[in-house]
């Protein structure tokens, strides 16, 4: 079955960096497209970035220049590159992907900035 496996979140203080690493299986991951949504308390769902098969990225306006994603298809892993964070990255993280018809993601891994 799809499993993802997200890792390394944490507490950093404004302006540091994280990378976030999700860990897939269950289906062909170098054929599909790979996301990082974010859910921060009382605010909806949001995709920070996401990408295709063959590399093409997509981000959201607030993590522009900030976020880079990128997969390795031989790790199976896709990642996530955050920058010059800020208080209002403060979220729960997860990748996401679509299998099928079905959408897919992980439990999550918590980033917590302090200002």
């Known amino acids: 079955q799809v499993q993802l496996a997200e890792s390394g979140g944490g507490l950093v203080q404004t302006g540091g960096s994280l990378r976030l690493s999700c860990l897939a299986s269950g289906f062909t991951f170098s054929i599909t497209v790979m996301g990082w949504y974010r859910q921060a308390p009382g605010k909806q769902r949001e995709l920070v970035a996401s990408?295709?098969?063959?590399?093409?990225?997509n981000y959201a306006d607030s993590v522009k220049g900030r976020f880079t994603i990128s997969r390795d298809n031989a790790k199976n892993t896709v990642y996530l590159q955050m920058n010059s964070l800020k208080a209002e990255d403060t979220a729960v993280y997860c990748c996401?992907?679509?299998?099928?018809?079905?959408?897919?993601w992980g439990q999550g891994t918590q980033v917590t900035v302090s200002s």
């Open positions: 996401d992907t679509n299998k099928g018809w079905i959408n897919y």
């Open positions: 990408i295709g098969s063959g590399g093409s990225t």
